[in-house]
C-alpha cells in the first residue's frame, strides 16, 4: 500500500519560508519521477514543482525562482523549499508520483501566509 506523509506545513507572515517533507513509502521511490501540489480554497489541485528520477526540475510560473524542489531517494523523502511566500501561496499541499496517481493522495500539509 501506498503511504505519503506530508509535513512542515504551518502559518508564516508574507516573505517568510517554510520547507515541506514528503515520505514516501510502498512505491519503488528512485525509479519515479515526484510532484507536489496544492489546493487553494475555492480552487483545483495544481501541481507546483516536479523532479524526475534523474533530478530534473520543473516548477509552474507563480513559484519560479521562490521555490525549489529536491529528493533524497536514500531515505523516499521528497522537499519543497519555499522561499518569499505570498498570500496566494495559501492552500494544502500534497507530494504525489508524476504525475499524479488518484489513488497516492495523503492528508497533506497546510500552509497559510498572512498579508
Known amino acids: 500500500q501506498v503511504h505519503m506523509v506530508e509535513s512542515g506545513g504551518g502559518l508564516v507572515q508574507a516573505g517568510g519560508s517554510l520547507r515541506l517533507s514528503c515520505a514516501a513509502s510502498?512505491?519503488?521511490?528512485?525509479?519515479?519521477?515526484m510532484g507536489w501540489y496544492r489546493q487553494a480554497p475555492g480552487k483545483q489541485r495544481e501541481l507546483v514543482a516536479s523532479?524526475?528520477?534523474?533530478?530534473?526540475?520543473n516548477y509552474a510560473d507563480s513559484v519560479k525562482g521562490r521555490f525549489t524542489i529536491s529528493r533524497d531517494n536514500a531515505n523516499n523523502t521528497v522537499y519543497l523549499e519555499m522561499n518569499s511566500l505570498k498570500p496566494e501561496d495559501t492552500g494544502v499541499y500534497y507530494c504525489?508520483?508524476?504525475?499524479?496517481?488518484?489513488?497516492?493522495w495523503g492528508q497533506g500539509t497546510q500552509v497559510t501566509v498572512s498579508s
Open positions: 523532479i524526475t528520477r534523474r533530478y530534473s526540475m
Open positions: 504525489n508520483v508524476y504525475p499524479m496517481s488518484r489513488s497516492y
Open positions: 510502498g512505491i519503488t521511490f528512485r525509479f519515479n519521477d
